[in-house]
């Protein structure tokens, strides 16, 4: 679509001697225009007063695509022309329509590493976020035209095992792994830590680890086990939540890099010996806790698997970015291992795509969910409340709603992630999932149902209003132009996003998108008796619905047909 801010520069750019393009501003304040530039930029060199630059550019501009021009304090205030960027909008939804905002390939690969849980363990309310976080931004980067590689980094690799094949040659007969088998594998860990007390069978434990090692048959099925068990309940989460990855690349398979990136660091005299380990002084970087590498019984440790994926990705994906979503406790941990990269012979721009996007903790408020099971709450749980919920609400406002289960799941998971991706991703929050699930205030379901209103209305009318139809002089008011605004905004918003790597930014645009339309129905008659006044704004308001959609399942969310 066309860029209006270049529009204006190109203007500007005639008349004065810079380029104007990112010093042209959009103004949040409607009354007050569309587009400011600041003329004292350019007082020093053309010796005049700002207000006076002002003025003499106003005057001297002149184009069918500004409706009026006001010098304001040196400042030059540009009001768009409502009819050209209202026709600019509706021409650009005709020729997309679902792929709205959508850009073509730019042929930039963008890796992004989400979700990635510990295999063995329970999926916690933790890795939602990353879950979350990470799937949006993967979506947005690929709607923004780059080549996306969706990576969940398992963690399938850890003395521990070593622990659990002990439990389960112990007690294994005693569980029935075919039902919630992470829960059970738990058990049995809790078990074996207990009787770890005990020397001898803490050997046991480290030779069973050495053994898998050492590629032992026996102990690698079970490992393999445990680690199908764990992916197969991972999915039906993931299958839930609508998450999808292109790659699952576990932490064991990066083991055997270790002797490579000794080799490379030994070669640039960056490795040293502490205390039998071998480790990075990263003092230089600003880092005051070095690296290890290896740990002294010769083990890889976390940062080692992490350098070894930042290779694998290099090479098997040439990317231009490559992010991680974690919580911003790892910090450290990336910051030391982006610094390592740097001596890994590796091209810069691999080493300068590395990008950690981390986020807050999640509180749960007290006493509200009462599901737990040891000490820490699975996301399953969580997300079988919320759709429990969200039929209670649903079948208050709609006893007799069709497909009640499909609605609740659509309703009460997309809250769950708009309620994730509603905040700077770096705050620490508390989960509320009642607050959540409200259908008026800031949620999803206040966005879901303005949809839903909206097909009703296009249901009610029951014909297919065509781009031909639409009377632009119909829509002058200022209601309409501010939807048609935010609505030719909806592709730099989504730029903003993946400028940041904030989902929260996209989240916040519809929630104002659902609430001018709010506004819009409260103050016009949609289905108007004048047929032309009816169908422009029909046509303008299926606009809104598409964009709360596209920017909706972007987040992950889905939207119903009615609740
Ligand atoms: N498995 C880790 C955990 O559950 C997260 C892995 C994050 N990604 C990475 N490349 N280190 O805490």
Redesign the pocket.
């Known amino acids: 679509m066309v860029d209006l801010k270049k529009e204006l520069s190109n203007l500007l750019d005639e008349k004065v001697n810079i380029k104007t393009y990112d010093l042209i501003k959009e103004i949040k304040e409607k009354e007050k225009g569309d587009y400011t530039f600041p003329c004292f930029i350019l007082a020093k060199e053309l010796h005049k007063a700002p207000m006076v630059i002002a003025d003499e550019l106003k005057d001297s501009i002149n184009s069918p695509i500004v409706e009026k021009i006001e010098s304001v304090n040196g400042y030059l205030n540009f009001y768009i022309n409502k009819e050209y960027l209202t026709k600019l909008v509706f021409e650009e939804y005709e020729n997309t329509k679902d792929h709205f905002g959508k850009e073509e390939s730019n042929g930039k690969t963008v890796c992004v590493?989400y979700s990635?849980?510990?295999i063995a363990?329970p999926f916690h309310i933790?890795?939602m976020r990353?879950t979350l976080i990470g799937h949006a931004l993967y979506n947005i980067y690929k709607y923004l035209g780059y080549n996306t590689v969706g990576i969940n980094?398992?963690?399938d690799y850890g003395t521990q095992f070593g622990k659990l094949i002990e439990g389960y040659k112990l007690w294994g007969n005693e569980y029935d792994l075919s039902t919630d088998p992470i829960d059970k594998l738990v058990e049995i860990y809790v078990r074996i830590n207990q009787e770890c007390e005990n020397p001898e069978v803490l050997e046991r434990c480290r030779n069973n680890f050495k053994l898998l090692e050492e590629g032992d048959p026996y102990c690698i099925s079970l490992w393999k086990k445990f680690r199908e068990l764990s992916l197969d309940e991972f999915y039906e989460t993931y299958k839930k939540l609508g998450i999808e990855f292109d790659s699952i690349k576990g932490?064991a398979s990066y083991v055997d890099a270790k002797e490579n990136i000794i080799k490379i660091l030994e070669k640039n005299n960056k490795l040293e010996i502490s205390q039998g380990a071998k480790i990075v002084n990263l003092e230089e970087d600003g880092i005051n806790t070095p690296c290890i590498i290896e740990k002294s019984d010769g083990s890889s440790i976390?940062a080692t698997?992490?350098l070894a994926?930042i290779m694998y990705r290099a090479k098997t994906y040439d990317y231009d970015k490559s992010i991680?979503v974690?919580?911003y406790e790892?910090e450290l941990?990336?910051k030391q291992?982006f610094a390592v990269a740097k001596y890994l012979d590796l091209d810069p721009k691999y080493v300068n795509g590395l990008v950690h996007v981390s986020y807050g903790m999640y509180r749960l408020k007290e006493g509200k969910m009462s599901t737990r099971k040891g000490n820490f709450i699975k996301l399953e749980d969580i997300i079988k409340d919320a759709v429990s919920k969200a039929k209670d609400k649903i079948l208050e406002k709609n006893p007799d709603l069709e497909d009640i289960d499909e609605v609740a799941k659509k309703v009460g998971i997309g809250a769950i992630i708009f309620g994730d991706l509603y905040n700077s991703r770096i705050k620490d929050e508390v989960f509320d999932i009642d607050e959540m699930l409200e259908f008026q205030g800031e949620t999803c379901p206040y966005i879901q149902y303005m949809c839903v209103r909206i097909k009703s209305i296009l249901r009610k009318l029951n014909t297919e209003v065509l781009i031909n139809d639409v009377k632009y002089d119909k829509l002058h008011d200022d209601l309409s132009y501010d939807l048609v605004k935010q609505i030719y905004n909806f592709n730099n918003v989504l730029k903003e996003v993946i400028d940041k790597n904030e989902p929260y930014i996209l989240s916040r645009y519809l929630i104002k998108l659902a609430q001018t339309y709010s506004e819009y129905y409260n103050t016009f008659k949609i289905l108007s008796d004048d047929i032309d006044e009816r169908n422009s704004r029909v046509y303008l308001i299926s606009i809104v619905m598409n964009v709360l959609k596209v920017g909706c399942n972007l987040l992950g969310i889905e939207i119903p047909e009615k609740m």
Do not use: C, I, M, W
């Open positions: 590493e990635s849980p510990n363990k933790g890795h990353t980094h398992l963690g932490e976390y698997r992490d994926a991680y974690t919580g790892q941990h990336f291992v």
